[in-house]
């Protein structure tokens, strides 16, 4: 087989692994399967693709793209705002919509309502910006070759680095920081974490934004490497979810390590099994987790 | 005598308002006292313990923590305020590590204080300090109960309240325990326990109120409810038997 696949591999992984991250926390911290956490993705994706428009408009003229890269500092900006504002867009989400539900309703409600946001909120992108594919940049790249075989392009090693990067910082912050700890202990025992002094309610917020934020980076590396289209998070929503359930709901190195399986399983069937059954991998992959081991691999079971 | 420590009155709790579990129960908790708290099963101690830690919402009466009225409020606002509380069950976080339970518990003192309650806690409970790395969950249920009441002593509450803290454990370990909540009341903290094991908490407590159907049935010392024979026809027996098993 030709190694190629692995950098392919790679590459969709860290998406898929960065856009679980929110969906294990949500999943863990509010228990409910969200399934507008694809939204935020396509939100980020398009929300830095407005941005950059503007902040090329406001300089007026081109600006050069950084080094080898295909992209210059309006895209990082607009990237780091995009990422706030899905944040803020998870928040508002939840403050209109899910919170209510919490209140009175049923986890399978708040699954539901998800479906309906999902919807809604794929149809406004759709609005906006048509469901013509965009793209950050028309440049092309040249690939190099990192190992024997293997080629990338300086924007995928820069997106494999990034990645790097939001996981260390994610693992950091459960692992030594108040706020993470206290997302750990919300999400094992909300009652007793209101007990020994945590502000549930300021957990829950924190968790949709780093969510959303988090979806938002995989939507600009998804925009940068591939296109940007309305279905893009949608798309990539059975993915998230196989990852984060293969990785343990509720554990961050879990879901970036699920997503790199389910990423480098994907990329392997297309040389094997043919690219019209790559969707299908991730699916088969979720079954014989369910199955065989239904808390995943950092999962503990209850 | 000084203003009591807790101060519940004509307390209606419960989780639905057409049939609360607590109907109309007061008491009074002076400061450095302990209170036990018991009665049969299904009385209402849980929920009355839960509804002034502010996890049952309260339908009327009131509750005062000092001068402070408290009724209703938050319950991550209780410990600040100084009210500490440990749950019958599920009273740490599994998945947390000892350090971690403790560390997380003192992110309400301030910065400067933290330190030094922590290594406090370390010092009285020289168990928890041996096992700082572990997992809360793969302590044994002594240990888990020892945590707990470390956790909630960990931001020097004025008053302490345990739900059930012999629940579970061997009559071995219920002695450990109660030797500590002694331990702890000589330090100045003032405790409220919920017990179905009625003889070891009359054993600690300076006195009791017994509940039936959530009101007060008998108050009075320890003494006095020991020797008193409707109560001893109520709840000893039930005190006897979970003895035995």
């Known amino acids: 087989m030709n190694p190629q696949f692995f950098a392919d591999g790679l590459l969709m992984g860290a998406m898929i692994g960065l856009g679980a991250i929110g969906v294990t926390l949500t999943y863990s911290i509010l228990r409910f399967a969200n399934f507008a956490h694809g939204e935020f993705v396509t939100w980020g994706a398009y929300g830095t693709l407005a941005l950059t428009g503007a902040i090329g408009f406001a300089a007026g003229s081109d600006i050069d793209a950084i080094g080898p890269f295909s992209f210059g500092w309006p895209l990082l900006i607009a990237g780091l705002a995009a990422a706030i504002l899905t944040g803020l867009l998870a928040l508002a989400l939840d403050l209109i919509l899910f919170a209510r539900l919490r209140a009175k309703g049923t986890a399978i409600i708040m699954v539901m309502a998800s479906f309906g946001a999902s919807m809604a909120l794929r149809s406004l992108c759709e609005f906006f910006f048509t469901s013509a594919p965009r793209y950050y940049s028309r440049d092309i790249q040249i690939a190099i070759e990192i190992l024997p075989g293997m080629r990338m392009t300086p924007d995928q090693l820069f997106m494999i680095g990034l990645t790097a990067v939001l996981v260390a910082a994610m693992h950091l912050l459960m692992t030594r920081t108040t706020l993470g700890r206290s997302m750990r202990a919300v999400s094992e025992n909300p009652a007793l974490s209101s007990v020994v002094g945590i502000d549930v309610d300021r957990i829950v917020r924190a968790t949709w934004l780093i969510g959303g934020a988090l979806a938002a980076a995989a939507g600009v590396m998804s925009g940068i490497v591939v296109q940007i289209r309305p279905f893009m998070g949608f798309d990539l929503l059975l993915p998230l979810f196989a990852a984060a359930i293969l990785g343990g709901i509720g554990s961050v190195p879990g879901a970036i390590l699920g997503g790199l399986i389910v990423g480098l399983a994907e990329a392997a069937a297309v040389p094997l099994i043919g690219a019209n059954f790559r969707a299908a991998v991730a699916f088969l992959l979720l079954t014989a987790v369910l199955l065989l081991r239904p808390a995943g691999i950092f999962g503990v079971r209850e | ?245």
């Open chain 2, 1 to 245: 005598m000084s203003a009591p420590v807790l101060r519940i009155a004509d307390l209606v709790a419960g989780y639905e308002v057409d049939v609360p579990v607590v109907r109309g129960a007061s008491m009074e908790i002076a400061r450095g006292e302990i209170v036990a708290i018991l009665g049969p099963n299904g009385a209402g101690k849980s929920t009355l313990i839960k509804a002034v830690a502010g996890l049952v919402p309260i339908f009327s009466g009131r509750v005062h923590l000092g001068e402070r009225d408290i009724t209703g409020q938050k319950t991550h606002d209780l410990i600040r305020h100084g009210l500490a509380f440990v749950p019958q069950t599920e009273n740490v976080f599994t998945a947390l590590s000892v350090a971690e339970n403790l560390a997380l518990a003192s992110a309400v003192l301030p910065r400067a204080e933290r330190r030094v309650r922590l290594d406090a806690m370390y010092d009285f409970f020289p168990d928890l300090a041996r096992q700082k790395a572990l997992l809360a969950g793969r302590l044994s249920g002594g240990q888990r109960q020892m945590l707990a009441v470390a956790r909630a002593l960990l931001v020097n509450p004025e008053l302490l309240m345990l739900d059930e803290p012999s629940a579970g454990l061997s009559p071995k370990l219920v002695e450990l325990v109660f030797a500590k909540l002694r331990e702890i009341r000589e330090s100045g903290v003032t405790i409220l326990l919920v017990e179905q094991n009625a003889r070891a908490a009359l054993a600690i407590a300076d006195r009791g109120y017994v509940l039936v159907e959530g009101r007060n049935h008998h108050e009075g010392t320890s003494a006095a409810l020991l020797s008193d024979s409707t109560v001893a026809e109520l709840y000893l027996g039930s005190a006897r038997r979970a003895a035995t098993s």
